[in-house]
C-alpha cells in the first residue's frame, strides 16, 4: 500500500551531512510535553564538521606529575581509576580523527549531546521539581561513531564531564584486565539488548548485557548497583545495530541505524494508514456512531469519535455510560465492565494510534493494541515489543508499551481489535 522509500526522513541522501542513525526514547510516543534544547524525545546522530573522538593513550599507573596533569589539564580527556586512597590509575586519551563522539546523561552541561530525564508510565517525565531522586547518571554514555563506512557505532559506559575527565571512585566495581588495562562499571549501569535478525517482522528479543567503561560486555550482575561485575562475554561486542535497545536505569533508548530508519514508516505513512482507517467508517455495534482516530497532533485529546475497546475480547465501541465510570477522563486502568456484543469483562480503554513510527518494525495497518494502555499499531509491532523484558528498577524487568512505556497485562500483553463495518 506504501512505499517506504518515498517522503522518508530516513533515507539515505547526498544532500547534508553523513546520518549515522537516530535514538529514541521509549515512553515519549513522538514528542516529549515540552521539547526543547538537547531535551528531546530523538536524537540524530550526524557526521560532525570536525572529528572529536578520542581513543586510549597513556596510562599512568601511580600518582606521578604527569597523571596528575592528565586529570587537570582541561584540553585532556582522562579516566581515572581510584583504587585506594593511595593509588589511583589515570589513562589518557588522545585525539581520534576518524571518530565522532556523543553523550547522552542527564547533565544539562554542554559535553552532553543528548540530555535524558527520567520516563514514567505514559510518557510524562518528571517535572523540574521532581522530589523523586533520578537513577539516570549524570554523565551515563558515550557513543563512538566511525566517519568513514561502514559508520559503526559503539557504545561505552560513563561519559567525559566539563573538565574531560571520567572518574570512578573507590566504591566503583573496576579491575585490572590481563593486557594491565583498566576498566570497570558505572554505579547504576549502562544495558544493552541487539535484537535477533535485525528490526524486522522476524525479529526477536536477544539477551540485555551490561556495558563497560572501555565497552566490553558482561552478563549482568546480581542488581545493577551490585560491586560484583557479571561474567565477561567474550564473543559479543559493544557495537549497536538497528534496534539495540540502551538502558540507563531510569529510560531507555531505541538505537535506529539510517539504513533501518529507510525500511520504516514516517510520521506521513501513519496519517495515511489513520486516514485509510477513518475512511472505513467503522461504527460502533451499539450506539452505530462513526468512529475515528484524532490526528497525530491531537493523539493525547480524547475526542468524541475516538474509538475505545474493551481490552479482554477487542470489540470496539464508541464510548457510552452504562455499566461503570460515567467520566472518559478518569483512569483508563480503573475502567472494568461487561463488553455488550460478547459479556466478556475486561478493562474498557480509549485507543490511541502509536505516533512514533521508530517502534514500527512494519507498515502494516493498526488492527492490535497494547493492553491495557491502548495503544494501537500492527500486529508484528505488538507481537515483537510484547516479548521484550525490559529493565524496571535495579532489578526487575517487565514488558512494556514502547509508547507509554506501561506495563503489559494479560496473557499475550496485545489483543487483537474487532472493528464494525458501516451497515449502509
Known sequence: MFSLGQENFSTASTKGPVRYGELIVLGCNGSLPSEKGRRKSRFSLCRRNKANGVKP?????????????????????????????????????????????????????????????????????????????????RFACRIICQRHPPYSARIYAAGFDSSKNIFLGEKAAKWRMQD???????????????PRQGFTE??????????????????????????????????????????SLIDLCGATLLWRT????????????????????????????????????????????????????????????????????RDPEVEAECQERECPMCRAPGPYVPLWLGCEPAFYVDAEPPTHAFVPCGHVCSEKTTAYWSQISLPHGTHAFHAACPFCIHPLSGETGFVRLIFQSPLD
Not at 180 to 194: A, I, R
Not at 208 to 224: A, D, K, Q, Y
Not at 267 to 289: I, M, S, Y
Open 258 to 325: 539510517a539504513e533501518g530508519l529507510a525500511r520504516t514508516p514516517t510520521v506521513k505513512h501513519l496519517e495515511a494508514l489513520r486516514q485509510d482507517f477513518n475512511a472505513g467508517r467503522p461504527q460502533c455495534p451499539v450506539g452505530f456512531n462513526t468512529l475515528a482516530f484524532p490526528s497525530l497532533r491531537r493523539k493525547d485529546v480524547l475526542d468524541e469519535k475516538q474509538p475505545w475497546a474493551y481490552l479482554r475480547c477487542g470489540h470496539v465501541h464508541g464510548y457510552h455510560c452504562w455499566g461503570g465510570r
Open 180 to 194: 594491565g588495562q583498566m576498566d570497570g562499571l558505572t554505579t547504576n549501569g549502562v544495558l544493552v539488548m541487539h
Open 57 to 137: 593513550s597513556t596510562v599512568h599507573t601511580s600518582c606521578t606529575p604527569q597523571a596528575a596533569k592528565a586529570v587537570s589539564n582541561k584540553e585532556q580527556h582522562s579516566i581515572s581509576y581510584t583504587l585506594s586512597r593511595a593509588q589511583t590509575v589515570v589513562v589518557e586519551y588522545t585525539h581520534d580523527s576518524d571518530t565522532d563522539m556523543f553523550q547522552i546523561g542527564r547533565s544539562t552541561e554542554s559535553p552532553i549531546d543528548f540530555v535524558v530525564t527520567d520516563t514514567v508510565p505514559a510518557g510524562q517525565s518528571l517535572a523540574d521539581g521532581q522530589t523523586i531522586q533520578s537513577t539516570i547518571s
Open 202 to 243: 522476524g525479529s526477536r528479543p536477544g539477551v540485555w548485557r551490561e556495558i563497560s567503561v572501555c565497552g566490553n560486555v558482561f552478563m549482568l550482575r546480581e542488581t545493577r548497583s551490585a560491586q560484583q561485575r557479571g561474567k565477561m562475554v567474550v564473543s559479543e561486542y559493544n557495537e549497536l545495530v538497528d534496534g
